[in-house]
């Protein structure tokens, strides 16, 4: 199975740098899934665990058995540790609120369209 996230973050931060050559990056985590509507499945908590450490504060014990994931605080952490000292996480849950967003998991495969961002500032 391929790394958590296959690297998007540090990728990402890297290909700005060799483009830039900026060292300094401010990142927001838009709107999804909430921890409390997250639940994955055991493989990919191990993935979790592994690029995490085993004791990671990304899973949490599901009411259903299943791990639920905290992905905003795993992308927090993974921006940090890349150099990005501004992140800023958005509140809003994806699945919670079906007035604003689209949701795979809640609507049943019923899929709208969201936007992301990744810039260099001229």
Aim: aromatic content about 6%; hydrophobic content about 40%; charged content about 25%.
């Amino acid at each position: 199975m391929a790394r958590v996230g296959a690297g998007v973050v540090r990728n990402a931060l890297a290909t700005l740098r060799a483009e830039d050559g900026g060292q300094y990056f401010v990142a927001a985590v838009g709107p999804c899934l909430s921890v409390i509507h997250f639940e994955i499945g055991p493989e990919v908590a191990a993935e979790f665990e592994r690029e995490f450490g085993p004791t990671t504060p990304h899973l949490h014990p599901g009411p259903r058995g299943r791990p639920l994931l905290d992905l905003k605080g795993a992308l927090r952490e993974q921006l940090e540790q890349a150099g990005v000292r501004e992140v800023d996480v958005m509140p809003h849950c994806t699945y919670a609120d079906a007035e604003r967003f689209f949701s795979h998991r809640r609507d049943a495969g019923r899929t709208g369209r969201m936007a992301a961002v990744i810039g260099v500032k001229g």
